[in-house]
């Protein structure tokens, strides 16, 4: 079945540091890739996707390459701020399916300090 | 645009007591709406899938008879934890989406401790 793995939290950065938060996915075919992110007390909010191979979908500073070869979705940022604090969920979804079918992997709690 | 809110935001109650979640979604009309389970350092598990004036389909290991899920409204649906146990305890999660879409809109969630 489908699954997908990410690196475990808490991340503690400084302001203006790099985030790189990993990503791998087991799955069949093409699956639709996604980044959700969670600030708290609200509900996860799509960050950005990818629906095929070398793709790379990009958000609020936010970038992730869908990289097929090494079933990989990684995602970073250049430059973090106390604002991107939050937890950060990978995602996949079969092909076609958009986001239904969702298969989440567990979060990562990112804290940001100034 | 596109908010949903649950209620409560957390819920603590005493073993063998029944607990009802409120998923609404607030400035559309929800024809599907999901509920997860996240338990500590786990990822979301979705329990069921809901359309709206039809039964919900559970995924397979959720117990129908425990979790209760009522979609009666195009913008409410309910999660009843019946005779709820401390192994209930959890971290509720619903989702909305509108008919022909495939995007999920997610709320907050919802604590609960069952002692």
């Known amino acids: 079945g489908n699954s997908v793995t990410q690196m475990e939290g808490p991340v503690t950065l400084s302001e203006e540091a790099f985030l790189t938060i990993n990503c791998t996915y087991t799955?069949?075919?093409?699956?639709?890739l996604f980044w959700y992110v969670q600030y708290p007390g609200e509900g996860l909010q799509l960050l950005l996707k990818?629906?095929?191979?070398?793709d790379k979908g990009s958000n609020k500073g936010f970038e992730a390459t869908y990289r097929k070869e090494t079933t990989s979705f990684h995602l970073e940022k250049g430059s973090v701020q106390v604002s991107d604090s939050a937890v950060y969920f990978c995602a996949l979804s079969p092909p076609g399916a958009g986001s239904y079918q969702l298969t989440f992997g567990k979060g990562t709690k990112l804290s940001v300090i100034p | 645009g596109a908010v949903v809110s649950q209620h409560p935001s957390w819920v603590i109650c005493k073993s063998g007591t029944s607990v009802k979640i409120e998923c609404r979604s607030l400035?559309?009309?929800?024809?599907?709406m999901f509920w997860y389970r996240q338990f500590p350092k786990q990822s979301l598990m979705l329990m069921a899938t809901s359309n709206e004036g039809s039964k919900a389909t559970y995924e397979q290991g959720v117990e129908k008879d425990k979790f209760l899920i009522n979609h009666a409204s195009l913008t409410l649906s309910t999660l009843t934890v019946t005779s709820a146990h401390p192994e209930d305890s959890s971290f509720y999660i619903c989702?909305?989406?509108?008919?022909?879409?495939?995007?999920?809109?997610f709320g907050p969630g919802t604590r609960l401790t069952v002692l």
């Open positions: 400035d559309f009309q929800a024809t599907t």
């Open positions: 799955a069949t075919g093409y699956p639709s």
């Open positions: 989702s909305a989406s509108v008919r022909g879409a495939t995007k999920q809109y």
């Open positions: 990818a629906t095929k191979a070398d």
